[in-house]
């Protein structure tokens, strides 16, 4: 049986094993139970709710409104097969005192997974979500039963909100448009950010193709790298097309393909613009266009590539890193009045007033600026620091990560790297090598039994080494402990 992941991050499983009916009924009545116990007893409680388009997400959905409705929730705003940053939005627009979102985000088809919003439209706090866990297994579950909720379609409000939203966030008009003449293609592998951003294209007259915009409809792996994303280099290589944009299922993440002749996929070795580029490259959008904002600082994960340091470093204006995981990045933002922030190794950024990673807003903001200086895509995104990030997974029994946390600190330090860990004990592990070079490490929170690693470095050989050791150290780590 697969092992139900349940963290911070959201709870994610595969459907019909470890993520069943009976676990969606009991966290929808925790959610309802936590949501009554924080602030809002003896009143009416609507929240939105929004799903991506996995085969599973009615049963999912159902399960959580039958706990729902055990635990007195009466007002759901459905807004139907919705992305993720426009379910967060949409807390908002409705003035909503939570929300769920129905996702596995990047993991496979078969899996399916909820996320619980606050007030805010940001996913609930480490501590409110831990809360919320540890009571999903402490109450007496509800028993199965037909009665739901009543739902209040508000699918069209959600959207029209949603892309004003994008709109103002990034300045982008169509009148900006009318200056950009090179033809996009979406590739949407079937998710939820076909709507929206289909709309968005049609109301601002951006040339676009779409591709695979059925929903459920998946011709790739879900998540969307290197391995599911090439063959988009030869479509616009053979079309003539400028970049593609691709999506995960529930759209928060968004990567950049290039065609094969690009500078830049000659230069990097791939056509497939990570995460880090993008972030990298909407801080220096804002950066560049918007001097009022360069005394804010700017959050990030500490699995972030330094090419967001150096743009910041352009400006004068300072990053702050924290923990791995969306909720600490938005929640460091509110603290410090930020206005960018991201997750790199995510594939997003986080732009004000939004609550989470948008990969429409982050094309957005991309599009305003490349009208601003009059530059292609491929020569902005050559216009930034040189790094290379590299990734892998490697396994790892869940008993033995904390050994292997510690394990790793010791043999890092034993060669003289600077270590900084962030978290409790499960948190991220980053190792300088360098002053320019460093390996990071984190049990995942989303994929059981799995330990990422992420390498960054000045180019690509050098990332490329760093990498190899890291995975000796691992392995070494591992089988002692």
């Not at 037909?146 to 990034?170: F, K, M, P, V, W």
Request: hydrophobic share 40%; net charge negative; proline share 4%.
């Amino acid at each position: 049986m697969s092992k139900l992941v349940e963290s911070f991050s959201g709870i994610r499983g595969v459907w019909g094993d470890s993520l069943t009916d009976d676990v969606c009924r009991r966290y929808g009545y925790a959610y309802g139970s936590w949501l009554r116990q924080n602030g809002h007893v003896g009143t009416p409680i609507s929240i939105v709710i929004g799903t991506d388009t996995r085969p599973s997400r009615l049963y999912v959905k159902h399960g959580l409104l039958e706990g729902l409705a055990a635990a007195g929730i009466t007002n759901i705003i459905d807004v139907g097969i919705h992305s993720t940053p426009a379910t967060e939005h949409a807390v908002r627009t409705f003035g909503a005192a939570g929300g769920i979102i129905v996702t596995a985000s990047h993991n496979p088809v078969e899996h399916n997974g909820f996320k619980f919003l606050q007030a805010s439209g940001a996913v609930l706090a480490v501590a409110d979500a831990a809360q919320v866990i540890a009571e999903s297994h402490a109450l007496q579950p509800p028993t199965k039963t037909s009665r739901t909720t009543g739902l209040d379609n508000r699918q069209g409000e959600a959207l029209a909100a949603y892309l004003l939203h994008i709109q103002q966030s990034s300045g982008l008009t169509h009148f900006d448009l009318e200056a950009f003449h090179d033809r996009v293609l979406f590739d949407f592998n079937g998710g939820a950010g076909a709507e929206p951003t289909i709309s968005f294209a049609n109301e601002l007259t951006l040339p676009a193709d779409f591709y695979h915009e059925q929903a459920g409809s998946f011709w790739r792996a879900i998540e969307p790298k290197y391995e599911s994303l090439a063959p988009l280099a030869q479509k616009l290589t053979d079309e003539g097309l400028a970049f593609a944009c691709a999506f995960d299922c529930d759209a928060d993440r968004m990567e950049i393909v290039l065609p094969l002749a690009s500078e830049f996929a000659r230069r990097q070795g791939t056509p497939v613009v990570s995460g880090q580029y993008v972030l990298g490259l909407v801080t220096k959008a804002i950066l560049e266009t918007r001097p009022d904002v360069r005394d804010l600082p700017i959050i990030t994960n500490d699995a972030t590539s330094q090419i967001v340091q150096a743009v910041a470093q352009q400006y004068g204006t300072v990053v702050e890193e924290v923990e791995v995981g969306e909720t600490n990045v938005v929640a460091r933002m509110e603290e410090r009045g930020s206005i960018i922030g991201g997750e790199g190794s995510s594939g997003g950024s986080i732009v004000a007033p939004g609550k989470c990673r948008d990969g429409l807003q982050a094309l957005a903001v991309i599009l305003k600026y490349l009208v601003q200086t009059n530059q292609t895509l491929d020569q902005a995104l050559l216009s930034l620091p040189s790094y290379t990030t590299l990734a892998t997974k490697m396994q790892c029994d869940g008993e033995k990560q904390i050994a292997v946390r510690l394990g790793l600190i010791a043999a890092y330090q034993k060669i003289g790297a600077r270590v900084v860990t962030t978290g409790g004990e499960d948190g991220g592990v980053k190792a300088w090598v360098t002053n320019d070079a460093w390996a990071w490490f984190r049990a995942s929170k989303t994929e059981p039994g799995i330990f990422r690693c992420i390498v960054d470095a000045k180019d690509r050989p050098t990332a490329a080494d760093l990498l190899e050791k890291a995975k000796v150290v691992f392995a070494t780590v591992a089988s002692n402990v």
